[in-house]
Nanobody, 114 residues
Framework: VQLQASGGGLVQSGGSLRLSCVVP????????MAWYRQAPGKAREMVAT???????YYGDSVKGRFSISRDNVKRTVSLEMNALKPEDTAVYYC?????????WGRGTLVTVSS
């Protein structure tokens, strides 16, 4: 089962992008929803995670610039990215944990030019 992520692309430093991910109903419960990223030559890292609409956590490098949101009815998780920096360049993956396992999207590339 694949999550469908969209919204990546090329943006200049200081710009904004919004990523979205649709979670198929076959996955079931939406316990934890998150975004991760992996830059070339680096390990995958957590960008933002949400257990419910009011409980959200962010990686230190994106605090104050990125915002994660979820819509349990539409079964989507989104990532609003502002004040983007070249070091934000990476493949971004959405992730859902339904209490029984983790599910990943294919990834969407975000490239920030200086």
């Amino acid at each position: 089962v694949q999550l469908q992520a969209s919204g990546g692309g090329l943006v200049q430093s200081g710009g904004s992008l919004r990523l979205s991910c649709v979670v198929p109903r076959s996955i079931g419960s939406l316990n934890v929803m998150a975004w991760y990223r992996q830059a070339p030559g680096k390990a995958r890292e957590m960008v933002a995670t949400t257990m419910n609409p009011s409980l959200r956590y962010y990686g230190d490098s994106v605090k104050g610039r990125f915002s994660i949101s979820r819509d349990n009815v539409k079964r989507t998780v989104s990532l609003e990215m502002n004040a983007l920096k070249p070091e934000d360049t990476a493949v971004y993956y959405c992730n859902v944990n339904n209490g029984r396992g983790n599910f990943w999207g294919r990834g969407t590339l975000v490239t920030v030019s200086s």
